[in-house]
């Protein structure tokens, strides 16, 4: 049973990019524990959706050359290459009611409601706010991969941009670049007004 308010009908499930190079063991940026986010996620998924809450999942939606990509001056390795099965959803995940891509072109998109290009840093929304004040969200519960990224900025933009945003801790996984990260993340959330459940 998820918390409560998963699927009132003024809230929102958020997935963060629960994609295969992420999620299955074969993908380029695998996240430790990311086959067990998928399915947990898979859950609370259709758990809303029988209760008509709305559910959004985002998706990182990279072309293959990206500053955002080591190989190009950046810090990640190629992942989720828009067209290839690495960009796809965890094959568990139901189908969302919509999908809200982020990362393309020449920027860093690891919040599902930014982006920020990498060469002018210039910062400018997805379609994910507009969509949730179009269905007249104002509570929002995070969950996906990976919790000290993507999680993390997606929690705190929510919170940042007014909405109720709660965190479901046992439905992420941190990849953890430097040990102790996915800790300190939920931290972070904590202290800036997300409901850690």
Same mark, same amino acid.
């Given at each position: ?21 992420? %999620?299955?063991?074969?993908? %380029?940026? !695998?996240? +430790? ?6 399915? &947990? ?27 955002? !990509?080591?190989? !190009? ?8 290459? &828009? ?7 965890? +094959? ?14 020449? =920027?860093?998109?690891?919040? =599902? !409601?930014?982006? *920020?290009?990498? &060469? ?8 994910? &706010? ?15 991969? =990976? ?5 993390? $900025? ?24 430097? +040990?102790? $990260?996915? *800790? *300190? ?13």
């Amino acid at each position: 049973m998820g918390p409560p308010d998963l699927a009132a009908s003024r809230s929102a499930l958020i997935v963060v990019d629960v994609q295969n190079d992420f %999620s299955d063991p074969a993908g %380029s940026l !695998f996240v +430790p524990g990311g086959e067990e986010v998928a399915a &947990r996620v898979s859950s609370l998924m259709a758990e809303a959706e029988r209760s008509g809450g709305l559910v959004v999942c985002s998706k990182d939606w990279h072309p293959p050359r990206t500053p955002h !990509f080591r190989e !190009f001056g950046g810090k990640w390795p190629r992942h989720c290459v &828009r067209g290839t099965w690495g960009a796809e959803l965890h +094959p568990l995940l139901p189908r969302p009611a919509a999908i809200v891509l982020k990362g393309e072109d020449e =920027a860093d998109g690891y919040s =599902a !409601f930014s982006i *920020r290009d990498l &060469r002018t840093d210039a910062v400018t929304a997805t379609t994910l &706010r507009r969509l949730l004040a179009h269905s007249g969200v104002e509570i929002v519960t995070v969950v996906g991969l =990976a919790l000290d990224v993507c999680v993390l $900025a997606t929690a705190l933009d929510a919170v940042s941009l007014g909405f109720r945003t709660r965190l479901i801790e046992s439905a992420c996984a941190p990849v953890e670049l430097q +040990p102790g $990260a996915g *800790r *300190r993340a939920v931290e972070e959330m904590r202290q800036a007004g997300v409901a850690i459940v």
